[in-house]
């Protein structure tokens, strides 16, 4: 399919293969603006779309990994059992 002197199927490839709408008004000798008008006319989805949004989910290690990480240091746990010790004590008074 032709857009004038634009093979809209070459444009396509080229898009998903991640050349600028910059490098594609040179190639075509056409403005970015006019690249852009073409890739919305011929439904050629903005690569943003194409790719997720979200970073993949943690592998089983990583989890394991951020857990033991975010764990508190034993001279921190030892604080917190005498808080919580000393907390029970005041509320038996």
Request: aromatic fraction near 8%; include cysteine; charge should be neutral.
């Amino acid at each position: 399919m032709k857009h004038h002197h634009i093979d809209i199927d070459e444009l396509r490839h080229y898009w998903q293969a991640d050349w600028t709408a910059e490098d594609l008004a040179l190639k075509y000798r056409c403005t970015k603006t006019y690249v852009d008008w073409l890739r919305n006319k011929y439904g050629i989805p903005d690569r943003n779309i194409l790719k997720a949004q979200e970073p993949p989910p943690p592998s089983p290690e990583d989890a394991r990994m951020s857990r033991d990480s975010l764990a508190l240091s034993p001279w921190v746990e030892s604080r917190v059992k005498e808080i919580r010790e000393a907390k029970l004590r005041k509320g038996e008074d």
